[in-house]
């Protein structure tokens, strides 16, 4: 494939490594919004989050993903491209999260500080794991966050 088909297909290096987050996002609305109605919304997120901790914990994928995330958090481009991608994922959950905590109103600010509370555990399992060089369990640090803001 010459390199002018490429970028067709793919608008920049940076999308090349972190595009990979939009899909990632899309998914996690789609499995946020699926989740039972009853469900708390903190848990509800947290069963969305599943996939992520499955790829990063999954034999296969983990030590190509442990890469990869090195690389962006090396590269204060890609480190920004990446959290730029993190707040369009939240901003995909939000309308789902307002009309199940019955906060329909835009000025309302607790669904977005929901989940920004939620994305704030998925970084921090995801930067633990990664000074871990992959040795924890991704799913077990995901737990562990999202269990340390809940019962605050």
């Known amino acids: 494939m010459s390199k002018r088909t490429f970028f067709r297909y793919v608008s920049s290096k940076e999308d090349l490594v972190v595009g990979k987050y ?42 190509r993903a442990l890469m990869m995330e090195r690389i962006i958090r090396d590269h204060p481009t890609l480190t920004a491209g990446h959290l730029e991608r993190v707040s369009r994922m939240q901003e995909l959950l939000l309308p789902t999260v307002r009309e199940r905590t019955g906060r329909t109103d835009p000025a309302d600010p607790r669904p977005a500080a929901i989940i920004g509370a939620a994305f704030s555990c998925l970084l921090a399992a995801q930067a633990t794991w990664l000074s871990s060089e992959g040795a924890l369990s991704f799913a077990d640090l995901l737990d562990d966050a999202m269990d340390a803001v809940r019962s605050r």
């Open 22 to 63: 939009e899909i990632i996002g899309t998914r996690l609305a789609e499995s946020f919004a699926a989740r039972p109605r009853e469900e708390a919304v903190w848990v509800s997120l947290r069963r969305a989050f599943d996939q992520v901790a499955g790829y990063f914990d999954d034999e296969t994928h983990g030590s």
